[in-house]
């Protein structure tokens, strides 16, 4: 189980077959079979032995990939049936062994996906031709449920948490003995639950495979080329969007750190608005009504930006001075010379100004290479929100008391938050970021190779105090 745990990263998404634990693969001897098929001409005959007569080739193939969706799709749904009439549903009559959140935490909304999944199903039974498979246009029924397919999101962000639960739970007896009676009773093959709780995750990572192979199999002529197209680039998008939050939740508890590293913190939270940093960096500041220059840290997150002051001696900490609604602010780039609103000479300036009333803050850079990356920054972060909204993105209440009950055990009352000796000792890594709460094992999952890095790290571990 914590070996589960440990892989989600990129890779465990888009590497299903890796992942593989309780289901029958036919699509593995299949694909060998597509690799024969582009061998040439000269193995033409060899591979209508295995195909069988009757169909030229890329027909055949065509109805092999069809019949292979129905075929994994329809074990699936009896797949979900038995985890949550064999598990969920026999595990809420022991209220004296399960909590709800419990249950939550280990089976997430699987039951959704259930019902959802049926549906799906129905669908591509009706555009399933059974006669001609290679007819089938099923292309469609992807396209219509692309938006439904997000809710896999929740399930593939909860399944790490899913494990660690278990793996609680398993080194009871009762426990142990209670999931293998709900196994047998439902007569599914041995397998442990956490394993039967992985096969949603391998399943949102295959349809683009099996929607890959159907499109090479169908020709631009066929009916159901253009929306088979259409629901490849769909089914791939789904597996990015669920990356990308993915990437925003384990960042939660890195901005709850953060933010419990700030002296004098005042107001809400960052997390109640905000779960990722855009950028950072220095800047000088000038605001109405005191035009007096202050050089001030930035932190732009999604929906605000946070600034601070550095210690006048010890540099390597902050104090919070204050916050910007980015929802309420238009971003202005400012042309070097003399700027009217604050009556000064500028150079490299930008200008962030209320959409109502009379707030102006004037920052300035010192490179104007700075002021342009702040530029595609504040571009970014608009894009983002926008983006969030769209496809409903949020953290739960739950979600943000858990990162700053976390962040405030790593930085516990009344201990200093900042040790010189610490502090020096990071500078001298070549990794100076890695927040310090982090056990021993996820100490080692970081040194491997991963997906493409996270850039919040980046932006805060080249901001000297934040290296801790």
Same mark, same amino acid.
């Given at each position: 189980?914590?070996?589960? =745990?440990?892989?989600?990263?990129?890779?465990?998404?888009?590497?299903? #077959?890796?992942?593989?634990?309780?289901?029958?693969?036919?699509?593995d001897d299949y694909l060998t079979h597509l690799e024969d098929a582009h061998a040439g001409e000269e193995n033409r005959e060899g591979l209508g032995a295995i195909l069988g007569p009757g169909l030229p080739c890329k027909e055949q193939m065509r109805t092999n990939v069809i019949n292979e969706i129905m075929s994994t799709e329809r074990d699936y749904i009896k797949h979900l049936k038995d985890i949550c009439e064999g598990y969920v549903k026999q595990c809420r009559k022991r209220t004296d062994m399960f909590t709800e959140e419990q249950l939550c935490t280990i089976f997430g909304n699987i039951e959704e996906i259930y019902r959802f999944q049926r549906k799906f199903l129905k669908g591509l039974e009706k555009n399933f031709n059974k006669e001609q498979p290679h007819l089938s246009e099923i292309g469609c029924c992807f396209l219509e449920h692309q938006t439904d397919f997000q809710i896999y999101s929740e399930y593939c962000n909860n %399944?790490?948490?899913?494990?660690?639960? !278990?793996?609680? !739970?398993?080194?009871? =007896?009762? *426990?142990?003995?209670?999931?293998?009676?709900?196994?047998?009773?439902?007569? &599914?093959?041995?397998i442990s639950l956490d394993g039967f709780l992985l096969t949603p995750v391998q399943k949102i990572c295959k349809y683009p495979l099996q929607l890959a192979e159907l $499109?090479? #199999?169908?020709?631009?002529?066929? +009916?159901? *080329?253009?929306?088979?197209?259409?629901?490849?680039?769909? &089914?791939? =998008?789904?597996a990015r969007l669920i990356n990308e939050r993915k990437r925003r939740l384990e960042n939660i508890d890195k901005i709850a750190q953060w933010q419990s590293s700030i002296e004098d913190w005042e107001g809400e939270d960052v997390l109640s608005r905000s779960s990722d940093l855009i950028f950072s960096g220095e800047l000088s500041k000038l605001? %109405?009504?005191?035009?007096?220059?202050?050089?001030? &840290?930035?932190? $732009?997150?999604?929906?605000? &930006?946070? *600034?601070?002051?550095?210690? $006048? /001696? +010890? +540099?390597?900490? /902050?104090? *919070?001075?204050g916050r910007m609604d980015m929802d309420c602010m238009q971003v202005i780039d400012v042309e070097d010379g003399k700027e009217k609103d604050f009556n000064i000479s500028v150079k490299n300036a930008l200008k962030l100004q209320a959409l109502a009333g009379d707030e102006t803050h004037l920052l300035c850079s010192k490179k104007p290479e700075q002021k342009q990356r702040w !530029?595609?920054?504040?571009?970014?972060? +608009?894009?983002?929100?926008q983006h969030d909204c769209e496809t409903g993105f949020s953290l739960t209440e739950v979600q943000k008391k858990q990162a700053m009950l976390n962040a405030r055990k790593t930085h516990p009352a009344g201990k200093p938050k900042v040790t010189r000796p610490y502090y020096d000792f990071l500078m001298r890594q070549k990794h100076p970021s890695l927040p310090t709460a982090l056990p021993q094992q996820q100490v080692f999952m970081l040194a491997e190779p991963k997906r493409k890095t996270s850039t919040f790290w980046h932006n805060i571990g080249r901001l000297t105090p934040f290296k801790k």
């Amino acid at each position: 189980m914590e070996n589960q =745990n440990s892989s989600w990263g990129f890779n465990t998404y888009l590497c299903p #077959y890796q992942l593989r634990v309780n289901q029958d693969e036919p699509m593995d001897d299949y694909l060998t079979h597509l690799e024969d098929a582009h061998a040439g001409e000269e193995n033409r005959e060899g591979l209508g032995a295995i195909l069988g007569p009757g169909l030229p080739c890329k027909e055949q193939m065509r109805t092999n990939v069809i019949n292979e969706i129905m075929s994994t799709e329809r074990d699936y749904i009896k797949h979900l049936k038995d985890i949550c009439e064999g598990y969920v549903k026999q595990c809420r009559k022991r209220t004296d062994m399960f909590t709800e959140e419990q249950l939550c935490t280990i089976f997430g909304n699987i039951e959704e996906i259930y019902r959802f999944q049926r549906k799906f199903l129905k669908g591509l039974e009706k555009n399933f031709n059974k006669e001609q498979p290679h007819l089938s246009e099923i292309g469609c029924c992807f396209l219509e449920h692309q938006t439904d397919f997000q809710i896999y999101s929740e399930y593939c962000n909860n %399944h790490p948490n899913a494990c660690i639960q !278990l793996s609680k !739970l398993v080194k009871v =007896n009762k *426990y142990v003995f209670f999931f293998e009676a709900c196994r047998l009773l439902q007569k &599914m093959i041995d397998i442990s639950l956490d394993g039967f709780l992985l096969t949603p995750v391998q399943k949102i990572c295959k349809y683009p495979l099996q929607l890959a192979e159907l $499109l090479k #199999y169908t020709n631009p002529q066929h +009916r159901d *080329y253009t929306d088979v197209e259409a629901a490849l680039n769909a &089914m791939k =998008n789904v597996a990015r969007l669920i990356n990308e939050r993915k990437r925003r939740l384990e960042n939660i508890d890195k901005i709850a750190q953060w933010q419990s590293s700030i002296e004098d913190w005042e107001g809400e939270d960052v997390l109640s608005r905000s779960s990722d940093l855009i950028f950072s960096g220095e800047l000088s500041k000038l605001s %109405h009504p005191h035009a007096k220059s202050q050089q001030r &840290m930035f932190f $732009l997150f999604d929906h605000q &930006m946070v *600034y601070c002051k550095k210690d $006048l /001696l +010890r +540099r390597d900490m /902050l104090y *919070y001075k204050g916050r910007m609604d980015m929802d309420c602010m238009q971003v202005i780039d400012v042309e070097d010379g003399k700027e009217k609103d604050f009556n000064i000479s500028v150079k490299n300036a930008l200008k962030l100004q209320a959409l109502a009333g009379d707030e102006t803050h004037l920052l300035c850079s010192k490179k104007p290479e700075q002021k342009q990356r702040w !530029l595609r920054a504040f571009a970014d972060e +608009r894009i983002q929100v926008q983006h969030d909204c769209e496809t409903g993105f949020s953290l739960t209440e739950v979600q943000k008391k858990q990162a700053m009950l976390n962040a405030r055990k790593t930085h516990p009352a009344g201990k200093p938050k900042v040790t010189r000796p610490y502090y020096d000792f990071l500078m001298r890594q070549k990794h100076p970021s890695l927040p310090t709460a982090l056990p021993q094992q996820q100490v080692f999952m970081l040194a491997e190779p991963k997906r493409k890095t996270s850039t919040f790290w980046h932006n805060i571990g080249r901001l000297t105090p934040f290296k801790k």
